[in-house]
């Protein structure tokens, strides 16, 4: 099956389903085996990370080590990816703009309405590219995201 683009209409950028599907059902089939520790030749550890791996946020590899290593994520690694505990940066930049368009126009409506204008363009943005990357890490459709 050929499933045409919703951009690009019928000029070849089609995508193959079955081979998205097929490819999606390997890589699931491929980490749930690895995860259970069901392939010999590919297999981990998990392991804390030492105190100066720790303290200087880095890993000291075993480049000869014939097994993966997972590391424990106390400090939830993964959020840094967010906006989550971005609040202050993004609270100062949205004053300094404010003030700056203040400072400018000398009208405060101005100035908070160019504020909300390019808070909504950043919000865009990152939905847009986080949608886009959700979309090809999950082989699912963007059309699909909510």
């Given amino acids: 099956l050929k499933m045409k683009s ?27 085996a690895f995860l259970e520790h069901a392939l010999k030749d590919l297999d981990y550890h998990v392991k804390d990370k030492m105190f100066v791996e720790a303290l200087l ?9 014939d ?11 993964f959020d ?7 609040e202050f940066s993004l609270f100062s930049f949205e004053l300094m703009l404010f003030t700056s368009v203040l400072i ?13 204008f390019v808070a909504k363009i950043i919000a865009y943005i990152r939905d847009l590219g986080g949608k886009s990357n959700l979309a090809k890490k999950t082989l699912i459709d963007e059309r699909f995201l909510i």
């Fill in 57 to 65: 946020d880095i890993e000291f590899s075993d480049a000869a080590a």
């Fill in 67 to 77: 097994k993966g290593v997972f590391y424990i994520d106390n400090g939830h690694s």
């Fill in 104 to 116: 400018w126009f000398d009208n405060s409506l101005t100035a908070g309405l160019v504020t909300i």
């Fill in 80 to 86: 840094s990816v967010l906006f989550y505990g971005a």
């Fill in 6 to 32: 919703l951009m690009g209409g019928g000029g070849g950028g089609g995508v193959d389903i079955n081979r998205s599907v097929q490819a999606y059902n390997n890589m699931n089939r491929f980490l749930a």
